[in-house]
């Protein structure tokens, strides 16, 4: 199974971006992933997570502006992110939860 996420950039504060986990191997349905994002200097962060009932969790400094999906034909996650902050500039990237699987990262750019 691998993980491959895409979609990042550079985006003005404000704005919107979607980012995108696509899975190939296994489907997606029944599995839980996790957007991870590291920031300059920073530790690695749990941002979003769905779980295998499509249950959502999110920080809290993304809690309202960030939605984690799942569409099941495409066989990925999604990441929206609207209202972004030069504060999400990171390099993210996606998780099958509870293991090592983990595709390279994509990195977000959010300019003030």
């Known amino acids: 199974v691998q993980l491959q996420a895409s979609g990042g950039g550079l985006v003005q504060a404000g704005g919107s971006m979607r980012l995108s986990c696509a899975m190939s191997?296994?489907?997606?349905?029944?599995?839980?992933i996790a957007w991870f994002r590291q920031r300059s200097g920073k530790a690695r962060e749990l941002v979003a997570s769905?779980?295998?009932?499509?249950?959502?969790y999110y920080i809290g400094s993304v809690e309202g502006r960030f939605t984690i999906s799942r569409d099941i034909a495409e066989n990925t996650v999604y990441l929206q992110m609207n209202h972004v902050k030069p504060e999400d500039t990171a390099v993210y990237h996606c998780?099958?939860?509870?293991?090592?699987?983990r595709g390279p990262g994509t990195q977000v750019t959010v300019s003030s």
């Open positions: 998780n099958l939860w509870g293991t090592d699987v």
């Open positions: 191997g296994r489907t997606i349905r029944a599995e839980a």
């Open positions: 769905i779980s295998t009932g499509d249950n959502p």
